[in-house]
């Protein structure tokens, strides 16, 4: 005898209770059902995929909501209430979560329900979902069973785990996926068999951050003399396929002859332009030491390159680097000013914890700035136990360091990034030192600053990251290169050799 389509449902009430009548049945199926729908468990339709959105997917990137194309986003009250934490922050993540608000308050203002899903401009639906363990539906072994596993039930990474069986429950024919950059998180929903994600609309492709050699491109012996008499020379596309607009290649004829050239914009190779020594008024001089910094001289000196990223691990000197070049070109009268910036990892929020006026708050997170300018503008005096030290003036005062003078005219700006939003920056020469703690929004918000004449440098090392919300495939200084290869007023230098000390550069290397 085949079984009817109500023996065929699971059991929705005590199964010690046999003699249940069959109006029992109907009402708590019926309540169920309604359940279903007022907690959002099921999606508007079984075509595509319901993407489970964690709390630091959506202050990542506000903009997520719009990138899921066809499938439905789910989006649980409890994320709304983490949200709603961080909402009164005066920081970029605060930023972001009241964003979000208001980017929901949007889709939601003419919807029926919320849990009953709102269709998005890609042609799938955004909707919230309620998890409330004492009224959700809840006859699911495989929830059961994660109960067991889990039994805090108000933890949020739990109940987010629990709406993701739950909506597996009800949407069978369609897939569940949870989408989290919390590693945590991941490795409990696959302990439990549930599909998670990592947000990569911002990542970009390993390759990019493990590289760092130079790409060679192959010429024969009578091209490289052509090119090393002229200055430029120009091949067929097919030869250099690959190559971006402004990166820098050796030209190769054999392994020992090379010679290091950049491409530019209307597919010519030129010869690097840079000055054999960098030239600071009484200070002192610098010389590139290997090919990568001399690559990076010529793109920090071009004029037509108002956009320069760097890749390099400790003691490859990319921050000395390119504050020496912004003080040549700031002295040779390109710039109207020099600014040094980097970024508070907690964007502002230790600050308080400091004594003394807000220049003093800042002083430990801008000294290696401050050690930098020291090295490049300190005169030229004999070094040793016999060196004279500065002696205070008849005020009482000790004599200013030259950079602080350029300082107090206005010339020299050294500054964290807390309060950058909002400045239009002109013509300045603007670097931005340990860029790889910026998310992508950070960094979109520094590009869009920069005025007609201004340069923008960013410089850092991609394998050391303090921010727990991203990663060295999806920080601000490589999400800024990805995004903005190929234009004509960008270029890229990766550093791989040391040259602070040998100690230094074992260190990088081996630790």
Sequence with gaps: MNPTPEAMQPALFDQSNATAPTTTIRKTRRTTNKAVEEFGLKAPSQMGKNYVLDTNVLLHDPGCLERFKENHICI????????????SEQNERGANARRVHRRLTDIFS????????????????????????????????????????????????????????????????????????DINLQLKARAVSIECQDYLNDKVDAREV?????????????????????GEIELQQERYEGVAINEYVLLSSGEKQTIPARLQFD???V????????????????????????CLIDALL????????????????????????????MFNRKYNGITVSRPVVSMGDQLGFLPGSLDEKMRPWLQ????????????????????KQQKPTASGITAKKPYEILMEQGILEIEALCYIRGRSIPNRFFILDEAQQLTPQ???????????????????????????????????LVYTRNRLKGQPFTAHVALNRGERSELAEAGAQLM
């Design 76 to 87: 649980l009250v409890d994320v709304l209430a983490e949200l709603d934490k961080f909402k």
């Design 110 to 181: 003419t919807a029926a329900s919320v849990t009953g899903g709102v269709p998005t401009v890609g042609g799938g639906t955004i909707r919230l979902v309620i998890y409330d363990p004492t009224s959700c539906p809840d006859n699911s072994e495989q929830l059961k069973q994660f109960y067991r596993i889990f039994p805090d039930r108000e933890r949020v990474d739990h109940r987010i785990l629990a709406a993701c069986f739950l909506l597996r429950q009800y949407n069978p024919d369609g897939q569940v996926a949870l989408v989290t950059k």
């Design 210 to 230: 493990s590289n760092y050699d130079v790409r060679r491109v192959e010429v024969d012996a009578s091209e490289l003399h052509r090119f090393a008499s002229s």
């Design 267 to 269: 597919g010519k190779f």
């Design 271 to 294: 010869r690097l332009n840079i000055p054999e020594v960098l030239k600071i008024p009484d200070g002192t001089t610098l010389k590139p030491l290997n090919l990568g910094q001399r």
């Design 302 to 329: 071009n004029p037509d390159i108002s956009l320069v990223t760097c890749y390099g691990h400790a003691g490859t000197g990319k921050t000395l680097v390119a504050v020496a070049a912004g003080l040549h070109e």
């Design 368 to 387: 290696p700035i401050h050690d930098a300018l020291d090295l490049l503008m300190r005169p030229n005096v004999p070094l040793g136990p016999k060196r």
């Design 442 to 476: 950070e960094a979109k918000t520094i590009v869009t600053r920069m005025s007609r004449d201004s340069k923008l440098v960013l410089v850092g090392d991609p394998a050391q990251i303090d921010n727990p919300y991203v990663d060295s495939r999806s920080n601000g």
